[in-house]
Every structure is written in C-alpha cells, then in structure tokens.
C-alpha cells in the first residue's frame, strides 16, 4: 500500500514544486524533457525485470510504448496512470514505486507549464 501512495505522489509534488520555481520551467523545459524521456524508459525496463508473469510484461510494455507514442493533451496523464498500474504487478519492494515518483516529478512540472502557457 506504502508502494502505491509514493508512486501516486509523483505528479502533485512535481506541480507544487513547478509552482514553487515559475521563473525556471521556460529554461529547463528541454532538460524536463530529457528527463521524463529517461525516467520512462528506465522505468520500463526495471519493470520488465520484477514483473512475476513475463508474458503479460511482454504485453503490458508494448501497450505502455504504443500508448507513450500516441499525440494527445493527456498523453502524459495516461501514461503516468498506466505506470501506476505496474506498483499491483510487480514484486514487493521493488524499485519501480520510486522511479514511477521520479517520472511524476517531471510529469507535474509539464502539466504545470502547459496550463499557465495557455
């Protein structure tokens, strides 16, 4: 249960803290980029690793990276809750809860960008 709620926390503290540090997201947007692009593929892969049914990894990542190439508004919403699914999948004490926070973080901080741009 402890896995989850760190893995669900990702997206609001990345939206507090782009609140926090308006003045930085124009210039490191690039960087937040690069950094949700790594965060998911290291998720992937590490999830590949402790999810117990290999078959329905096999599966379950295609569908995350066909998923992750579509162009929507809320791509990013979409694959973060996907991601969220993998804390029910995985083996216990993972490190897939973590880096699912980590990919919130940037994920936040988007979000956070894109509603004050427009």
Do not use: C
Not at 44 to 49: D, H, N, R, S
Not at 88 to 116: A, C, E, Q, T, W
Request: hydrophobic share 55%.
């Amino acid at each position: 249960m402890i896995d989850w709620l760190i893995a669900f926390l990702g997206l609001p503290v990345g939206y507090i803290l782009a609140s926090m540090a308006k003045e930085e997201l124009k210039s490191g947007m690039k960087y937040i980029l690069l950094l949700k692009d790594v965060l998911f593929y290291s998720t992937i892969i590490v999830a590949f690793f402790f999810i117990k049914n290999y078959y329905f990894s096999i599966l379950f990542i295609g569908f995350i990276a066909f998923y992750y190439y579509l162009d929507s508004k809320y791509k990013d919403y979409g694959v973060y809750l996907i991601l969220l699914s993998l804390v029910f999948i995985v083996r216990p004490n993972s490190l897939v809860p973590s880096l699912i926070f980590m990919y919130g973080l940037p994920v936040g901080s988007m979000i956070f960008y894109d509603k004050k741009r427009s």
